[in-house]
């Protein structure tokens, strides 16, 4: 299973991709992961990342990309990957099929995670979020089930932030739908339903 991510944040990406992972153990490479990692480990890539990070400025391309392939070296990406949040634009997929070829590595599948933007913004904008332990429940729940800490609405998940965002994904990611699309890789799945539901479409589109 090699696999590249898409949908729109909110869609559910990370829930089913997890779920992979714990029933195929295979890894959940995440880009935002990875630099965190990286420059916790001060590593000479996670020290070159941390520079342009504390500057405020994008990480470039070719520095995420090598932090990728360092990490599809790593014994639990023999058995397969999911790429997730990277490539966020063709250019970088551009970039990304060039790399993998090199390593005679082949992706398997894009697989869409398809929620309408109204739905994105209704599930964020309900989202509330422990200010103690990160738990995160649904509107309503003002008192943290877990630690009893106090539950808010981050900036995130404010309905104005998420259209920004979602304009933002409309704009620079979207076109993979097509990119990977006219390669014959994309997988649809319908992602406004429940999770198991979702989840078990996603490995019948697999072939699981």
């Not at 504390?54 to 014994?75: C, F, N, S, T």
């Not at 970088?92 to 309408?116: C, H, K, T």
Request: glycine fraction near 10%.
């Amino acid at each position: 299973m090699k696999i590249v991510l898409l949908g729109a944040p909110g869609a559910g990406k990370g829930t089913q991709a997890q779920k992979l992972v714990e029933d195929f153990g295979v890894a959940h490479i995440s880009t935002g992961d990875l630099l965190r990692a990286a420059v916790k480990a001060q590593s000479k890539l996670g020290v070159e990342a941390k520079g342009y990070m504390d500057a405020g400025k994008l990480v470039p391309d070719r520095l995420v990309i090598d932090l990728v392939k360092e990490r599809l070296d790593q014994d639990d990406a023999k058995r397969g990957f999911i790429l997730d949040g990277f490539p966020r634009n063709t250019a970088q997929a551009e970039v990304l099929d060039r790399e993998l070829d090199a390593m005679g590595i082949s992706l398997d599948a894009a697989l869409l995670v398809d929620v309408a933007p109204e739905v994105i913004i209704n599930r964020l904008s309900s989202r509330r979020t422990c200010r103690s332990c990160g738990y995160t429940a649904g509107a309503g729940v003002d008192v943290c089930p877990r630690c009893g800490g106090e539950m808010y609405q981050r900036d995130d998940d404010k309905p104005e932030t998420i259209k920004k965002r979602l304009d933002t994904y409309r704009e620079q990611t979207e076109p993979l739908v097509d990119y990977y699309g006219k390669k014959g890789l994309l997988k649809k799945v319908d992602g406004d339903r429940p999770v198991d539901d979702v989840y078990a479409d996603v490995k019948v589109l697999l072939g699981l």
